[in-house]
């Protein structure tokens, strides 16, 4: 990934207090994710499951709070954040791809209603 590349992070902000990650992109695009939704997206094989089989997010769970409680993040390389969540779990690799693909604010969202 080159630093110019629309999906590099140029800055990343975790607010523990607020439950709430931003992320400034190279593009100059800003990225605000609320923990529970961000919990949501984990993309580890218990989350989304492997080899066939469902994963626990497959089951529609309701998130307890501590399941949605952000407790840290660290960078995987300069490819992903690896974050953790108060119940303990931290084995999802959220890479930054994934995470501009999966901005909430109004011109993504409206963005990828029109592209399919």
Same mark, same amino acid.
Do not use: K
């Given at each position: ?15 523990r ?23 949501? +997206?984990? /993309? ?7 080899? *066939?089989?469902? &994963?626990?997010?497959?089951? !529609?769970? $309701? +998130?307890? /709070? ?7 993040a *660290?960078?995987? &390389?300069?490819?992903?954040? !690896?974050? $953790? ?9 959220y ?8 901005? !909430? ?12």
């Amino acid at each position: 990934m080159t630093q110019n590349d629309a999906n590099s992070p140029v800055s990343i902000n975790v607010d523990r207090s607020a439950g709430m990650l931003t992320i400034g992109w190279a593009d100059g695009h800003r990225t605000e994710y609320e923990a529970g939704p961000l919990r949501l +997206l984990c /993309p580890c094989a218990f989350c989304r499951g492997e080899m *066939g089989q469902p &994963g626990w997010l497959d089951t !529609n769970p $309701t +998130l307890a /709070p501590e399941q949605a409680q952000l407790v840290a993040a *660290g960078l995987v &390389g300069q490819y992903a954040l !690896n974050l $953790t969540w108060g119940d303990g779990h931290g084995s999802g690799y959220y890479t930054f791809e994934s995470l501009r693909a999966n901005c !909430n604010c109004a011109t993504c969202t409206a963005n990828r209603r029109r592209h399919g």
